[in-house]
């Protein structure tokens, strides 16, 4: 199973797409698949459903950074390679999806209200928006990766 299909297993059995995201890189960087649905979790639907960042963003940025950010002892130019990664992540990201935006990804309906939760249900957002996001998320973090070995 390659990690774009580990990411949406994991987003289509309950867990959100940050997680979901950070999740199918963790062993590889380091952590836990336990640890990083932890560590994860908060940043789900736009960081705690509050529809800011997309959860896939955040999750992938996770990724980038525990593979190339700076620790205590590193020079400061992994930060800002790091930096670089980001945002050739986020315009990647950008350039496919419009936003890196929740609520705008998901045709601006508001999670937290009744009649717009309704309709992101009715309309599957979850199932044709969402796992796109997750699964575009990991296919980009995997280029740019290779990209920078």
Do not use: W
């Amino acid at each position: 199973m390659n990690r774009s299909e580990k990411a949406l297993l994991y987003f289509n059995n309950s867990f959100n797409c940050s997680q979901s995201v950070l999740t199918a890189f963790a062993p590889d960087l380091g952590i836990s698949e336990d640890e990083s649905l932890k560590i994860a979790c908060a940043f789900g639907a736009g960081m705690g459903r509050m529809q800011h960042t997309c959860g896939a963003v955040t999750g992938a940025l996770m990724a980038i950074g525990l593979q190339h950010g700076k620790a205590l002892n590193d020079d400061e130019s992994k930060k800002q390679h790091t930096y670089a990664l980001t945002r050739e992540f986020c315009e990647a990201f950008v350039r496919k999806h419009g936003s890196l935006n929740c609520r705008e990804l998901l045709l601006g309906l508001d999670m937290s209200d009744p009649d717009d939760n309704l309709k992101i249900k009715e309309l599957g957002l979850h199932d044709t928006h969402c796992s796109r996001f997750v699964k575009d998320a990991v296919d980009i973090v995997e280029k740019i990766s290779v990209e920078n070995e």
